[in-house]
Nanobody, 116 residues
Framework: VQLQESGPGLVKPSQTLSLTCTVS??????????WNWIRQPPGKGLEWMGA???????YYSPSLKRRTSISRDTSKNQFTLQLRSVTPEDTAVYYC?????????WGQGTQVTVSS
């Protein structure tokens, strides 16, 4: 399974960050797989943001739930992250990752900087 993140590298404060993860070598509807968004701010650890399950159910980090939406397009085998009302604290490398009970497959990550 290969994952590739795509989206703008620069977002202005108060705007919405949108990223897409394109999946190849496997289907996002494969049983028991969860499709995750994870980020790593500079100098900090990994932070799980949320996931779209194979069933279509969606799970969010409580700390980000108010600003986050994760959707999917099964016809394109993609899932998408939207993070609203961004601030410079949302600057990070954003990853998509998948697996059944762990993160077996990762994208290469994409740097997103929030700055005016």
């Amino acid at each position: 399974v290969q994952l590739q993140e795509s989206g703008p590298g620069l977002v202005k404060p108060s705007q919405t960050l949108s990223l897409t993860c394109t999946v190849s070598g496997g289907s996002i509807t494969t049983n028991y797989y969860y499709w995750n968004w994870i980020r790593q701010p500079p100098g900090k650890g990994l932070e799980w943001m949320g996931a779209k399950a194979y069933s279509g159910s969606t799970y969010y980090s409580p700390s980000l739930k108010r600003r986050t939406s994760i959707s999917r397009d099964t016809s394109k085998n993609q899932f998408t992250l939207q993070l609203r009302s961004v601030t410079p604290e949302d600057t990070a490398v954003y990853y998509c990752a998948t697996g059944r009970r762990s993160y077996d497959y990762w994208g290469q990550g994409t740097q997103v900087t929030v700055s005016s």
